[in-house]
Nanobody
Framework: QVQLVESGGGLVQAGGSLRLSCAASGRTFSSYAMGWFRQAPGKEREFVAAISWSGGNTYYADFVKGRFTISRDNAKNTVYLQMNSLKPEDTAVYYC????????????????WGQGTQVTVSS
């Protein structure tokens, strides 16, 4: 059984930064691509960023390009999301998830999810 645990969320002013972490259990973490999604109240879950198993390829939603950076440390079984220049519209619950195959952008291609961490950006 795979467990994903996010941390690092919180309340920050617009223009500020946060670093989210997602710690994974299990010995196969380095074999899988990982992604970050977010869900705001009343909205569907949306893709934020993803990273290949090796970390050599990264993918971003247009609305975070240049502001967010995804990275991973396979020795620590952890994936990160560095969020800079935060905006009030970035307010959401952020989830990490494991992708076995398929599209990086579709939530349906991810098989394990964390419980989420709340990010609130005040104006």
């Amino acid at each position: 059984q795979v467990q994903l645990v996010e941390s690092g969320g919180g309340l920050v002013q617009a223009g500020g930064s946060l670093r989210l972490s997602c710690a994974a259990s299990g010995r196969t973490f380095s074999s899988y691509a990982m992604g970050w999604f977010r869900q705001a109240p009343g909205k569907e879950r949306e893709f934020v960023a993803a990273i290949s198993w090796s970390g050599g390829n990264t993918y971003y939603a247009d609305f975070v390009k240049g502001r967010f950076t995804i990275s991973r440390d396979n020795a620590k079984n952890t994936v990160y999301l560095q969020m800079n220049s935060l905006k009030p519209e970035d307010t959401a619950v952020y989830y990490c998830a494991r992708r076995p195959r398929g599209s990086y952008y579709s939530p349906s291609e991810y098989d394990y999810w964390g419980q989420g961490t709340q990010v609130t950006v005040s104006s």
